[in-house]
């Protein structure tokens, strides 16, 4: 049985003191960044947070945003589902991502591809250059082998619950958390087939940048990479910034790199032309 507060005018001004009071990974409101790119606007700034360990976040970005994501500490993983904002039903692919590019290994330059064959993402800048399209993330049931426990109410949340969180929040359904993609930790794939995890720890503030080709739903999970071999649940803060930016024009160097990502953004452009 839940018992009443015995002053609940105590409780409401404890809880107006608390305004203003500021934590590392929150967000920022209205949102604020002081290292923003020499051509940004500080005026065009949609989305400044830093997501904990175990955290995770979402925002839904206009076709054309930037979306730049920072490994403040060397040991983030940002697991990434996306959605077509307007239409949920078409969102991230991360087979076809992989085999209409002939490439499994994503850095700048390459594309992150719907369902219906549309580009949703490509990734402008990356500095990074460990990311998987293979692996998906964690659940439950592997956190709980690993670690002992892995709900969300648990000290190590697992990345597919916390996408479903997320997800959640725009009417979606378990259904609907769909493969993602991993950021930041990557993955390579020996002659044999084996999977070998390259999870780090890296250099503190490694960047990428991603622009949103089409009006997107972005879930964001930052929990540790399935196949982190530690035995420690091990995962650093990661920091998210937004902002508004130019539609891409017809003679993008990223848009015309091949046959195939041009159909890709030609359907974008069809897509739009309703």
Partial sequence: M?????????????????AGTKVDTMPVLPPVAEDLPADVAAEDLLW???????GYTTRTLARGSRLRLIDLEGDACASVL??????????????????????????AGKLLLSDMGRVMMSILKDDAGTHDAFCGTSN?????????????????????DRLLLGSAKHGLERR??????????????????????????????????LRAEMDVIVVIANCPHILDPREKWTVTPLRISAWRGAVTPEDDDIRNATPEG?????????YFRR
Avoid at 48 to 54: K, P, V
Avoid at 184 to 200: H, L, N, S
């Fill in 2 to 18: 839940i018992k009443p507060l015995a002053d609940p005018m105590a409780a409401r001004d404890h809880a107006r003191a608390m």
């Fill in 140 to 160: 439950a049931a592997t956190n709980t082998g690993k670690y002992g426990e892995g709900h969300n109410s648990s000290a190590f949340p697992n990345g597919r």
């Fill in 176 to 209: 609907d958390v769909h493969p993602c993609v991993n950021f930041f930790k990557g993955t390579k794939i020996e002659a044999d087939g084996t999977i070998t995890p390259v999870v780090g720890p890296f250099d503190a503030g490694r960047e990428l940048v």
């Fill in 82 to 107: 996306i959605f077509n904002a307007e239409m949920p039903s078409e969102r991230l692919n991360i087979a076809d991502t992989v085999k209409v590019q002939w490439n499994a290994y994503l850095g």
């Fill in 48 to 54: 400044e947070e830093t997501i904990a360990a175990g």
């Fill in 262 to 270: 041009l159909r890709a953004f030609q359907n974008v452009e069809d």
